[in-house]
């Protein structure tokens, strides 16, 4: 049996996971607070999950159905009723700081796109910030630089995406002149 264990996100876990993203964002004004973040499982428990091991919680990931070349705006908690679209979209990864390093990220994203290929996503989406966008080019995703973003994610985000059937059957399409910010 693996040491480490994915599992769906609970209620209980919410300390771990409003401290685990205080302490990864504020430091860069991209801490989007609890509210925000519980609205984000509110929209999509299914695809909401938390890594843990012996010691307990090891770093989550949240992800919802968003339309593809569109993402939540940090500033703003989800409003009800998202539409559920070919697209998933992995708006929070953080990994705990005793456990990073070790390829934990990479197995909570293969998790999601098990997860969203088995429930007929056709595409996987992210956005990365500072720097990240190294580790997920590696996974797969291409990066979008032409996709504008909302002011909340600052300026160095990027806009990323995958396609979740095989590379030869399915592609990510390209956006359409609106979607181009
Ligand atoms: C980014 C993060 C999720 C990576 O988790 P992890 O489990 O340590 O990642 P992995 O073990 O799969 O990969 C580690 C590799 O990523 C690199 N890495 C970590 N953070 C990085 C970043 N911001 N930019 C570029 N590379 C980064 C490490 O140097 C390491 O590289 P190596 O494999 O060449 O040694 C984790 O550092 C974290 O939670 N950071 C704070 C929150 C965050 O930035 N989340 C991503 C939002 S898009």
């Known amino acids: 049996m693996s040491e480490y264990h994915i599992r769906l996100l609970r209620e209980g876990d919410w300390p771990d996971v409003i401290a685990a993203e205080e302490r990864a ?23 909401c999950f938390v890594l843990e091991d012996a010691d307990g919680f090891c770093g989550y990931l949240l992800a919802l ?13 989800e409003s009800d009723g998202v539409e559920r679209g070919s697209n998933l979209h992995a708006h929070d990864l953080v990994i705990a700081e005793r456990a990073r390093g070790r390829g934990l990220a990479d197995r909570l994203l293969r998790h999601l796109e098990e997860t969203g290929r088995a429930a007929g996503f056709r595409t996987l989406s992210l956005v ?54």
């Open 128 to 181: 990365a910030v500072r720097g990240s966008q190294v580790l997920w080019s590696r996974l797969g995703y291409r990066a979008r630089p032409e996709i504008g973003l909302p002011a909340s994610y600052g300026t160095e985000a990027v806009y990323m995406a995958k396609p979740l059937a095989p590379p030869s059957a399915d592609t990510v399409p390209s956006p359409s002149r609106a979607e181009v910010g």
């Open 65 to 77: 159905p968003y339309p593809l070349f569109h993402c939540p705006d940090l500033s703003r908690a």
């Open 25 to 47: 964002y504020a430091p860069s004004g991209l801490s989007e607070g609890g509210a925000a973040l519980r609205s984000r499982h509110h929209a999509s428990p299914s695809t």
